[in-house]
């Protein structure tokens, strides 16, 4: 198994894994226990990584439109 822990922070790989192991249809609770992760950080994890459908068709999950965010922040 590749090493997905670096100090003090899982890479980004592993997250969306997990994530997609939760919409595959695995529970939380045993996501938790087969990979020494709090409940609380996997549905993080969820609620950061989970695509939002737009408008336009296309999505985006939160984290990518906090990126913009703070890209457009920088241009104003």
């Known amino acids: 198994m590749t090493n997905h822990y670096n ?3 899982y890479n980004d790989n592993f997250r ?3 994530v997609d192991l939760y ?4 529970a939380v609770r045993d996501l938790s226990s087969e990979y020494g992760l709090s409940e ?3 549905y993080a ?3 950061k990584l989970t695509p ?3 408008e336009d068709g296309s ?8 990126a913009l965010q703070k890209i457009n922040a920088h241009h104003i």
């Open 16 to 18: 969306k894994m997990i």
């Open 59 to 66: 999505s985006a999950t939160p984290y990518d439109y906090a």
């Open 40 to 42: 609380v950080t996997i």
């Open 45 to 47: 994890w969820i609620k």
């Open 7 to 9: 100090g003090n922070h």
């Open 52 to 54: 939002i459908e737009l």
């Open 23 to 26: 919409h595959s249809g695995h």
